[in-house]
């Protein structure tokens, strides 16, 4: 086996699309009159919206001038914020988008799996949409019958195999999906941000799969993932994206570290409408999250030590009440690890209502991070039903502060461990 071969070679690689906005105002009839008469041919062929200039279109390129090699049995992480480019950059590598410009040469059979239910028919059973899904996926049907066992068992769904998959949770539809990708031998395995809805335990076992696949196998794997700590886990080498473009190239740990000093690290979120979700009714959602002082002021810069109110403004697509809420944050080192959690059934056992749109506030006395950057993720949960789950909302950066009311400011384990408040029996 020949590890130093070039399986995928992508040369000036640029997708471009068109986008059409709608111009608002007041426009008057005498102007829309006025254009019929001077150019009437035009106003029988095209949009009246056109002739009156309430529409432009303008070139948007989601990727440019991409270049870089992949050989045979790497495992090559893609990270970026939303809108990077990234899944536009699998759809191209899976030949599911054709590309504007440039080239790619891929040697080997590609398995993909980018979206939750890519292939599967929701009127087909699960054992229908094995052997389908495996079709599509390149796989003979004697091929599919040989694995169908191994599929079965390591997707945990034996007993809604011949349930039609439109009544199987997205979990489920991750966990069948994945299975499939996995043990269909492909020479490369593309998977976007999807792994993201299955459970913990789940994605523990996919990360495994995908290490026996290149340890033992040899084949290579291109791997989207906001999971830092996944990424750092699976991949040797990393390639950061942002507004199209490939900003750096090289090992995972440096990757990361680049990604969170140039790309990511601005304190804002003012605008969630973008972001992605996690396993999200999205009735109620996330507006945007502040940073509050003492005095309910916006504050852009944290230190340890500090009181501080952690602000998540939220709405609703109805006016109703929302009844028996739970409302959870998770601070995380920038590989993932969750440090603390703060969530409102925790600390009050009563039942929490609340309005259709408003703030919520959680309130931290002296904030216990040390100096660093960090993860925050933001939930809500409402009567039992998971509206909002942002994971990675934000980074945050912490500088040092008096923690301990001591003077002492120089900690341990920048950016990987919490304070704790203490003393010492001498």
């Known amino acids: 086996m020949d590890n130093n071969k070039t399986i995928i070679e992508v040369k000036n690689l640029g997708k471009k699309y068109n986008i059409t906005h709608q111009k608002g105002g007041y426009i008057a009839l005498r102007d829309v009159l006025m254009n019929i008469i001077k150019s009437p041919f035009a106003f029988v062929k095209t949009k009246t919206k056109q002739v009156v200039g309430m529409e432009t279109k303008e070139e948007f390129w989601a990727l440019k001038d991409l270049n870089f090699k992949v050989t045979k049995g790497e495992v090559i992480g893609i990270i970026g914020s939303n809108g990077a480019g990234k899944s536009t950059l699998l759809k191209i590598l899976s030949q599911i988008t054709p590309p504007t410009t440039g080239e790619i040469k891929i040697h080997g059979r590609v398995g993909s799996l980018l979206e939750v239910g890519t292939g599967f028919h929701p009127e087909l059973t699960g054992r229908e949409n094995i052997f389908l899904n495996g079709a599509i996926l390149g796989m003979s049907k004697k091929e599919i019958v040989k694995k169908f066992d191994e599929i079965v068992a390591f997707a945990g769904i034996e007993k809604f195999l011949d349930?039609?998959?439109?009544?199987?949770?997205?979990?489920?539809?991750?966990?069948?999906?994945?299975?499939?990708?996995?043990?269909?031998?492909?020479?490369?395995?593309?998977?976007?941000?999807?792994?993201?809805?299955?459970?913990?335990?789940?994605?523990?076992?996919?990360?495994?799969?995908?290490?026996?696949?290149?340890?033992?196998?040899?084949?290579?794997?291109?791997?989207?993932?906001?999971?830092?700590?996944?990424?750092?886990?699976?991949?040797q080498k990393t390639i950061v994206l942002s507004k199209g473009q490939i900003k750096f190239t090289g090992a995972t740990e440096e990757a990361i570290k680049f990604y969170t000093e140039n790309v990511s690290t601005q304190m804002n979120s003012d605008n969630l409408s973008d972001r992605k979700r996690t396993r999200s009714e999205m009735n109620v959602t996330f507006n945007k999250v502040e940073f509050h002082d003492t005095q309910g002021k916006k504050i852009n810069h944290l230190s340890s030590g500090q009181t501080v109110d952690v602000a998540l403004f939220y709405s609703s697509k109805t006016k109703e009440i929302l009844k028996n809420c739970r409302a959870s944050l998770a601070f995380k080192t920038l590989s993932g690890e969750i440090l603390f959690t703060c969530a409102t059934d925790l600390v009050r056992t009563e039942t929490i209502n609340l309005n259709s749109e408003g703030v919520i506030k959680c309130h931290l006395e002296n904030l216990p991070l040390n100096k660093g950057k960090y993860l925050l993720t933001i939930f809500l949960q409402v009567n039992g039903k998971i509206e909002d789950w942002i994971n990675d909302v934000l980074v945050l950066e912490v500088d040092t502060g008096d923690f301990y009311g001591t003077g002492a400011t120089q900690f341990y384990s920048e950016g990987k461990g919490v304070l704790v408040k203490h003393s010492w029996i001498l």
């Open 163 to 235: 349930t039609p998959v439109k009544f199987y949770s997205s979990g489920m539809y991750v966990r069948l999906a994945f299975s499939v990708a996995a043990h269909m031998e492909p020479d490369i395995l593309i998977i976007d941000e999807v792994l993201a809805v299955g459970d913990a335990e789940f994605q523990k076992k996919c990360l495994g799969k995908m290490e026996d696949i290149t340890k033992t196998d040899g084949r290579t794997i291109l791997f989207v993932s906001h999971n830092m700590g996944a990424i750092e886990q699976l991949c």
